[in-house]
């Protein structure tokens, strides 16, 4: 076994020299020529909390690469999710999969039949749009509303709506990607109401909530939503800790007798949900959940920080862009519709500024005239890309077609 030397070490997250990010081989540092900066996947560009990187090391030290055995990671979770969000999640209703896609398409499945209606809230995470159309399920848009201060909010009348109107299943994002909400228990309260009422199953995707920032608490929707066989939660350690490609998600169940049907689906399923989850995918995510808050905080307290950055840098060099802080997450919806770029301003950013943020459109048709930017770098680095989109906004005007975006790292 390797010595564990790594425990307490905090990363200085600014400190991430571009020529090292660009030796990466992953989608976000591989997809476009080096002369693009990228901000749109959802992946950060930070170092691996030490606990993490000793539980790889480790694994791969004693060639242990093989199937995963998840037997601890429940009570790993619940541990984590007491300490963090003041809830007491009963590990015996955790089961693993490979993706929190593959566990909500797992459960549309159990709850739904091929044809019904599944309610999802636009702008939203653009899988959404893909898996519940695959597993021969309808979508049904209820698209956010935004209030007066800029916060993007659930529509509950047009949601009891579609609820009254047939749909079975509500596909909740919480906290939502990408505007940043994060729900309150008042929030949460009506939704489980609502979904009581109309007897619908609630599928809450909670990957973002441990990024959730100060000045905001996250609210795990199974406990306001009590014992309740119709209600299901999916986590995962991926986005919090950047380990999205070891594969390892979670799905907990609401109640005993939701488990139990979970359970027993789990068992029927194997090859699309036991054996796909990465074994290091599993380690890396129990070191999370034990070992790795005290960086998760300090990451937060550096995104806390990246998003007034980005509040000043946008109102510095591009004013015309209206932009609200996320209250959770490193993801940012930034609305560009009066800079005159169109319906897909990343289009232009990418073109004219060597700048690659994803397009608005992929998110729903409330996306047009949006980007979503990743915040999830350096001071250094989210300064630059906001350098390069204002170089976009002034080859626009100009009408200049040539020319590199000038680094300004």
Known sequence: ????????????????????????????????????????????????????????????????????????????????????????????????????????????????????????????????????????????????TRAENGRWELDFDKLEAAFAGGARAYVLC??????????????????????????????????????????????????????????????????????????????????????????????AQPTETTWRVGHLGVLASIAAFREGVSWLDALCAHLDRNRQLLQRLLAEHLPQARYDAPEASYLTWVDCSALGL???PAQCFLERGQVALSSGLDFGREGAGFVRLNMGTSSAILTEIVTRMACAIGRVAAGREDGSARSML
């Open 1 to 144: 076994m390797i010595p564990h030397t790594f425990a307490a070490d905090v990363p200085d997250f600014d400190d991430l020299p571009l020529a090292t990010l660009r030796r990466r081989k992953s989608d976000k540092w591989a997809r476009y020529p080096q002369d693009v900066l990228p901000a749109f996947i959802a992946e950060m560009d930070f170092t691996l909390a030490a606990p993490i990187k000793h539980a790889l090391v480790s694994a791969v030290h004693e060639s242990d690469c093989g199937y995963a055995y998840p037997v601890e990671i429940g009570s790993a979770f619940a541990s984590f999710a007491a300490e963090r969000f003041g809830w007491n999640a009963d590990p015996t209703r955790v089961f693993t999969a490979p993706d929190v896609m593959s566990s909500i398409a797992q459960v549309l499945k159990l709850y739904t039949n091929a044809g019904e209606s599944v309610v999802i809230n636009p702008p939203v995470y653009p899988p959404f749009f893909e898996v519940i159309p695959a597993t021969g399920r309808r979508i049904v848009e209820v698209p956010l």
């Open 342 to 344: 169109g319906d897909d």
């Open 174 to 267: 919480s906290p939502h990607n990408p505007v940043g909400s994060s729900w309150s228990a008042d929030e949460l309260r009506t939704v489980a109401q609502l979904a009581d009422r109309y007897d619908v199953v609630v599928i809450s995707d909670e990957i973002h909530a441990p990024l959730t920032l100060p000045g905001a608490q996250h609210v795990p929707y199974l406990a306001v939503a009590g014992a309740n066989e119709r209600a299901f939660a999916a986590f995962s350690a991926s986005k919090a800790w950047n380990i999205s490609g070891l594969k390892c998600s979670l799905l907990v169940a609401g109640s005993d007798a939701g488990a139990e049907v979970a359970r027993r689906h789990w068992m």
